[in-house]
């Protein structure tokens, strides 16, 4: 396999405080895949997700120290937050939208770095809305608020508001646990359709999505990962006795 | 309600438990509610009465045989009670002008001051800022007035072309003032209320802190900011002590710069009420009137947006 190598993370620590969420974390995250961080709550899932594009930048107290890289540059050494965070986009557990219309919400990072001509708005727009799969739905009502339709429909305007930017990564950090079984599904379709032009990182409680969909799969626990591979390895023979454990059910 | 209804269960588990003492309860119970209801009407009756009051006696002059031409009070440009001359026209538009300019530089001076004070100040130094906001709000307004005679009116007498001090803008910088406070803590706290995952979608856009600043909280919080507004407004206009000591208070025309005496509706009333009878009486709460169906209006414009406000928190 010829895996070009996205993020490269190496002795990663991060306390809160004096709280130490993660420890000594060493992963290479591939080009152009999907994976998936899975774990029983608190084990530091999203506190790494945020160590990926310097969200943690905004809590106080942080302290991280180790290396991270994209593309071989490193990120808190030779990057500032905001190119970075342009580069790596991010979809959050609930689906935030601001109170403002469908299209103005998927123009904002477009307008934030500087484009302005509408024409060219109106073509991110469509083209981001499309690649969620939600432009169907929503064509008509563009005007409306991005907060009067469903939460399945806006965590899809959320991911088309990230695709706008066109980053090179996304994060996802449980995109879909506030979503019934059918908009989980057209997420996840989507996720697997984005893998063509995205590297996508993705959290996530339910271990038939992350079987579905990921090609790698990362078991956090109590802030250190215990094991991380192909999807398929980790789910099929864990070489770690606590990721079977826990993929089958038996943990804790 | 809640406490009623808690109250309620409470009187009807004892009344079940011991009649005697049940029966006592429910008289203890009805006292009390009867004190609630008479404190709730205090406030209902004196807003009647208040109206009521203002009403007669303001109308009486425009009714009747000797009747005075309502439309000559309120587009007349002349105040002259010993001629029996009661036009207000250029009271209202005193009043309105200064209320305008003070709105227009108090409500940036304030949003930008709640912006630092929420956003971006550290701790230390909002625990400065924010006790001297409660100070500035709580100063008695004569003491402004002072202030305002003593500093302001000095100031601009200095440089006013008119060589006198007392002008629009004195009256529109006392007032910017005097307004800030309303503003500043209307607006924070509606800069606090913004959801985190706002802030947190933009950054992850790529946004700066100013842009996060300006393009996302500011216009989610955006209907606070206007009922600060527009409580400023009402602040303003309702406004009498300082500007009746800085407006210059002319006995008529408009003003035709911002160096011009005024004469708000507000001082008309407060300068001449203690002495003025008859006719004169009247049209001074004539004048009342008009004050009072702008600030009606001001109300009935806040009310409109404050329900938008609930509307849109049920939503989220
Ligand atoms: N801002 C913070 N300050 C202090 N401690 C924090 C903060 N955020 C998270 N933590 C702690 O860090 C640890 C990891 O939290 P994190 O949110 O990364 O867990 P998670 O794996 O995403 O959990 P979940 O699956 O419930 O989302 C937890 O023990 C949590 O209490
Ligand atoms: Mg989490």
New interface residues.
Partial sequence: MNDITKFSVSDLNLFYGSFQALKNINMDIYKGKITAFIGPSGCGKSTFLKTI?R?ND?IEGVTINGTVTLDGVDIYKEMDA??L??RV??V?Q?P?????SIYDNVA??P???GIRKKSTLDEIVEKSLRQAAIWDEVKDKLKKSA??ISGGQQQRI?IA??LA?EPEVILMDEPTSALDPISTLKIEDLASELKKDYTIIIVTHNMQQAGRISDKTAFFLTGEVIEYGDTEQIFNKPSNKKTEDYITGRFG | MNNAGKEKMVTENAAIGNQAVGNQKDYKDLVFRTIFLLCALLSVLSVIAIITFVFTKGLKPFFGENAYSFSDFITGLKWDPGKEVYGIFYMIVGSIIATLGAIMLGVPIGLMTAVFIAEIAPKKMVAIIRPAIELLAGIPSVIYGAFGLGVIVQLIKKVSPTGQGESLLAVICVLTIMILPTIITLSESSLRAVPKSYREASYGLGASKIQTIFKSVVPAARSGILSATVLGIGRALGETMAVMMIAGNNIGGLPGSLWDKIRPLTSNISMEMSYASGRHQDMLFATGVVLFLFILVINLLLIKITSKVGAQGTKN
């Fill in positions: 594009n969200m905004l905001i190119s965070r342009t986009g991010m959050f609930q935030n939208p601001f109170p403002m904002y990072g307008r934030i770095h907060q009067a959320c508001r990230t930017i």
